[in-house]
């Protein structure tokens, strides 16, 4: 299984949203936190599979440590998504590793 982090975040009056930093553009959203882990799941893994339709690579996961030296990301709380093993070609994403 791949997992990746995902940034939760919650603003006063908002949903809690989560935001992946190694996939630009892919966001969810949930009411209450029993809702956000299977949505974050759902986003990246649909997320994913997009990719994978237009032939793009997919990026190796980030470490947490890179992810959290980012300003932005110092008020956001990480969030282990793990996606399925189905959805990666692992020799093409090695290659695109390179």
Do not use: Q
Request: charged share 20%; proline share 11%.
């Amino acid at each position: 299984m791949h997992v990746y982090i995902g940034l939760l975040r919650k603003d006063p009056d908002s949903s809690y949203g989560v935001d992946f930093p190694d996939f630009p553009g892919c966001v969810t959203a949930a009411a209450t936190l029993v809702e956000v882990g299977p949505m974050a799941v759902e986003a990246l893994t649909f997320h994913i599979e997009a990719m994978r339709e237009d032939g793009d690579p997919i990026p190796a996961p980030s470490s947490l440590e890179a992810i959290m030296a980012d300003p932005f990301n110092h008020e956001a709380v990480p969030i282990l998504v793990p996606v399925p093993d189905g959805l990666f070609d692992a020799s093409r994403d090695a290659a695109a590793a390179e």
